[in-house]
């Protein structure tokens, strides 16, 4: 595996986001290595929980400055398919029949902290730190708001999603994006944990549970993140997110239209 890392500690197996010199940022090949590293899991009948982390200081940044840039230059359908393998990711661990858990470490940013917020328990250390600063490159947080209004509410995801200001992780904690915060050096026993308490319990009522909970969600899944993915796709065809890029990488302020 060239961009993920995947250990078995029974009864957990470890998903590790291993691109630390780009902050573990999201990429088309680390999602596909994804999708393929759940299939692998699911089949494991001595797993009976995911703890997905990252190497180095980060969990992850969202999406790459390469991908960044690649997306300015696509069209509006091949947008729609780009954002789709996301969109399978996010919805594929928010129903994996088997618990997840974010280990957090560093920051999680834009998708990163979509791809926590989509887990079913989210444990975050002392120097962790979340955001979604799309709306800072003219772009919009789409697909993530889907599962932040559901969590935290219109209001604070109106804050958070306009403002793109991070939150520490006491602060995330208390507005219910993270469910314990503990010292740096204890966050993957603490994971561990949470794993051995769930691995006690039925593996097919835990998965019924959780899919369950999904079902009772104010609006259907499929139909808020059709509406997430055109808004994503809208949002990658605009001057602004162009622009947004652009005076990011020429480190300048943007400039955006009237």
Request: hydrophobic content about 45%; glycine content about 6%; aromatic content about 6%.
């Amino acid at each position: 595996m060239k961009y993920l890392q995947l250990k078995l500690v029974p009864p957990s197996a470890v998903i590790t986001l291993n691109r630390p010199k780009v902050r573990n940022a999201f990429s088309a090949p680390l999602i596909e290595e994804f999708q393929r590293i759940l299939s692998e899991i699911e089949r494991e009948q001595e797993t009976s929980s995911v703890i997905v982390t990252g190497s180095g200081s980060s969990f992850c940044s969202g999406a790459d400055l390469a991908d960044l840039i690649r997306m300015t230059s696509l069209s509006a359908e091949e947008a729609r398919r780009d954002t789709l393998v996301l969109v399978d990711l996010l919805r594929r661990l928010y129903q994996f029949p088997k618990p997840v858990i974010a280990a957090v470490k560093g920051p999680a940013l834009a998708g990163g902290w979509g791809l926590a917020s989509v887990c079913d328990f989210v444990l975050a250390s002392e120097a962790s730190s979340f955001g979604f600063p799309e709306v800072k490159v003219g772009f919009v947080p789409a697909l993530v708001s889907v599962f932040l209004i559901q969590q935290v509410g219109e209001r604070r995801a109106r804050d958070l999603l306009l403002t793109g200001r991070l939150l520490s992780p006491l602060d995330a904690r208390d507005v219910g994006l993270v469910n314990k915060v503990v010292p740096p050096g204890d966050l993957m026993s603490q994971a561990y944990r949470v794993a051995e308490v769930v691995a006690k319990h039925n593996a097919g009522a835990v998965a019924w549970t959780k899919h369950l909970l999904g079902q009772l969600r104010g609006v259907g899944l499929e139909e808020a993140l059709a509406l997430a993915a055109q808004w994503n796709v809208v949002a990658r065809n605009t001057e602004d997110f162009k622009e947004g890029v652009d005076s990011f990488l020429e480190k300048r302020p943007p400039v955006w239209r009237k």
